[in-house]
């Protein structure tokens, strides 16, 4: 069983940075693929970025990508997504998930969302 809890989320003007963590529990986080995803509002969930177990693949969609970084550190059993040059049309709820191999929207384990607000 992994529990995943998002934080970092916040109001940030457009063109700012916000970093969002994801702290996650078990002894076996560092063997799990992590992602993250985010939905707006009545818009369906969709991917973001993922990170292999080792952190050594990292895959991005390419809305975000050049701007996003996503990074973790097994050590703290944390996952990070740090986001810049953040646009109005990144605001969402933003999600942790994690599983043994990455499944896109199938992964086992989800945080509770952390809100993203970018204002014009």
């Known amino acids: 069983q992994v529990q995943l809890v998002e934080s970092g989320g916040g109001l940030v003007q457009a063109g700012g940075s916000l970093r969002l963590s994801c702290a996650a529990s078990?002894?076996?986080?560092?063997?799990?693929?992590m992602g993250w995803f985010r939905q707006a509002p009545g818009k369906e969930r969709e991917f973001v970025a993922a990170?292999?177990?080792?952190?050594?693949?990292?895959y991005y969609a390419d809305s975000v990508k050049g701007r996003f970084t996503i990074s973790r550190d097994n050590a703290k059993n944390t996952v990070y997504l740090q986001m810049n040059s953040l646009k109005p049309e990144d605001t969402a709820v933003y999600y942790c998930?994690?599983?043994?191999?990455?499944?896109?929207?199938?992964?086992?384990?989800w945080g509770q969302g952390t809100q993203v607000t970018v204002s014009s």
């Open positions: 998930a994690a599983d043994a191999s990455f499944s896109g929207s199938q992964m086992r384990y």
């Open positions: 078990g002894r076996t986080f560092s063997s799990y693929a």
């Open positions: 990170i292999s177990w080792s952190g050594g693949s990292t």
